[in-house]
Protein backbone atom coordinates (compact mmCIF):
# COMPACT_ATOMS: atom_id res chain seq x y z
CA UNK A 1 0.00 0.00 0.00
CA UNK A 2 1.11 3.42 -0.49
CA UNK A 3 2.35 5.88 2.15
CA UNK A 4 -0.33 7.93 0.81
CA UNK A 5 -3.41 5.58 0.38
CA UNK A 6 -1.87 4.84 4.42
CA UNK A 7 -2.53 7.74 5.56
CA UNK A 8 -5.78 8.36 4.18
CA UNK A 9 -6.84 5.28 5.72
CA UNK A 10 -5.82 5.95 8.93
CA UNK A 11 -7.19 9.70 9.20
CA UNK A 12 -10.72 7.65 7.70
CA UNK A 13 -10.35 5.21 11.01
CA UNK A 14 -9.72 8.16 13.43
CA UNK A 15 -12.63 10.17 12.37
CA UNK A 16 -15.02 7.30 12.21
CA UNK A 17 -13.25 6.60 16.01
CA UNK A 18 -13.95 10.31 17.13
CA UNK A 19 -17.67 9.67 16.06
CA UNK A 20 -18.38 6.95 17.88
CA UNK A 21 -17.20 8.30 21.02
CA UNK A 22 -19.06 11.71 20.31
CA UNK A 23 -22.42 10.02 19.78
CA UNK A 24 -21.73 7.94 23.06
CA UNK A 25 -21.34 11.17 24.90
CA UNK A 26 -23.98 13.91 23.43
CA UNK A 27 -27.41 13.39 23.11
CA UNK A 28 -27.69 9.86 25.27
CA UNK A 29 -30.89 9.90 26.92
CA UNK A 30 -30.80 7.81 30.56
CA UNK A 31 -33.54 5.59 31.48
CA UNK A 32 -34.26 3.35 34.25
CA UNK A 33 -36.01 -0.03 34.63
CA UNK A 34 -36.73 -2.70 37.05
CA UNK A 35 -35.54 -6.22 37.08
CA UNK A 36 -38.07 -8.29 35.52
CA UNK A 37 -40.21 -5.50 34.32
CA UNK A 38 -39.92 -4.02 30.95
CA UNK A 39 -38.84 -0.82 28.92
CA UNK A 40 -39.78 0.68 25.38
CA UNK A 41 -37.04 3.29 23.90
CA UNK A 42 -38.21 5.96 22.11
CA UNK A 43 -38.17 5.52 18.23
CA UNK A 44 -38.27 8.36 15.32
CA UNK A 45 -39.64 11.42 14.94
CA UNK A 46 -40.60 10.49 11.23
CA UNK A 47 -42.84 8.11 9.57
CA UNK A 48 -42.17 5.46 6.58
CA UNK A 49 -38.19 4.95 7.56
CA UNK A 50 -36.19 2.98 4.66
CA UNK A 51 -34.38 0.76 7.90
CA UNK A 52 -34.66 0.51 11.40
CA UNK A 53 -31.22 -0.67 13.05
CA UNK A 54 -31.04 -1.31 16.90
CA UNK A 55 -27.54 -1.84 18.73
CA UNK A 56 -26.17 -2.67 22.39
CA UNK A 57 -22.94 -2.14 24.37
CA UNK A 58 -22.08 -2.96 27.81
CA UNK A 59 -19.78 0.01 28.41
CA UNK A 60 -19.43 3.17 26.34
CA UNK A 61 -16.30 2.01 24.45
CA UNK A 62 -17.20 -1.74 24.23
CA UNK A 63 -18.22 -4.03 20.75
CA UNK A 64 -21.73 -3.23 19.83
CA UNK A 65 -24.19 -6.31 19.53
CA UNK A 66 -26.66 -6.08 17.20
CA UNK A 67 -30.60 -6.44 18.58
CA UNK A 68 -33.09 -5.91 15.77
CA UNK A 69 -32.56 -4.91 11.99
CA UNK A 70 -35.24 -4.08 9.70
CA UNK A 71 -35.37 -2.91 6.27
CA UNK A 72 -38.48 -1.54 3.95
CA UNK A 73 -40.49 -4.71 2.15
CA UNK A 74 -39.03 -6.93 4.86
CA UNK A 75 -39.96 -8.74 8.07
CA UNK A 76 -37.85 -7.68 11.17
CA UNK A 77 -34.55 -9.61 12.36
CA UNK A 78 -33.97 -9.94 15.93
CA UNK A 79 -30.95 -11.83 17.46
CA UNK A 80 -31.80 -15.04 18.84
CA UNK A 81 -30.20 -13.96 22.51
CA UNK A 82 -33.04 -11.72 23.36
CA UNK A 83 -35.47 -14.13 22.15
CA UNK A 84 -38.75 -13.07 22.73
CA UNK A 85 -37.81 -10.52 24.79
CA UNK A 86 -38.17 -8.05 22.20
CA UNK A 87 -39.94 -6.13 19.94
CA UNK A 88 -38.93 -3.77 17.14
CA UNK A 89 -42.27 -1.74 16.53
CA UNK A 90 -42.42 0.50 12.92
CA UNK A 91 -41.92 3.83 14.25
CA UNK A 92 -38.63 2.43 15.54
CA UNK A 93 -39.37 2.35 18.90
CA UNK A 94 -38.17 -0.81 21.10
CA UNK A 95 -39.65 -2.81 24.02
CA UNK A 96 -37.48 -5.35 26.01
CA UNK A 97 -39.87 -7.40 28.53
CA UNK A 98 -38.13 -9.53 31.71
CA UNK A 99 -35.39 -6.89 31.77
CA UNK A 100 -32.25 -8.65 33.73
CA UNK A 101 -29.21 -6.68 35.27
CA UNK A 102 -27.19 -7.80 32.47
CA UNK A 103 -29.42 -5.67 29.91
CA UNK A 104 -27.69 -2.51 31.81
CA UNK A 105 -25.62 -0.41 28.77
CA UNK A 106 -25.96 1.90 26.03
CA UNK A 107 -28.47 1.44 23.21
CA UNK A 108 -28.35 3.08 19.81
CA UNK A 109 -30.88 3.48 17.18
CA UNK A 110 -30.23 4.21 13.63
CA UNK A 111 -33.02 4.66 11.38
CA UNK A 112 -32.71 6.07 7.54
CA UNK A 113 -35.44 7.69 5.60
CA UNK A 114 -33.52 8.38 2.35
CA UNK A 115 -29.90 9.64 1.23
CA UNK A 116 -28.78 11.81 3.67
CA UNK A 117 -31.43 11.89 5.84
CA UNK A 118 -31.63 9.78 8.85
CA UNK A 119 -32.24 9.82 12.71
CA UNK A 120 -29.28 8.29 15.64
CA UNK A 121 -30.01 8.27 19.05
CA UNK A 122 -28.03 6.90 22.30
CA UNK A 123 -29.89 5.64 25.36
CA UNK A 124 -27.83 4.54 28.55
CA UNK A 125 -30.26 2.06 30.49
CA UNK A 126 -29.45 1.18 34.35
CA UNK A 127 -31.59 -1.85 35.71
CA UNK A 128 -32.72 -1.80 39.16
CA UNK A 129 -32.18 -5.10 41.12
CA UNK A 130 -35.56 -4.82 43.26
Known amino acids: MAAGTALILNHLLLLLWIDQ ?10 MTGVRGGGVTFPGGPKRNPDSIEW ?17 RN ?22 IQDLRIADSGWYHITIVYGWFDFYKKNIRLQIRGE
Open 21 to 30: LQALSSKTLL
Open 74 to 95: NAVDCTAAYGRRVRLHLNGSLT
Open 55 to 71: TFRRTAGGDSTNICNWY
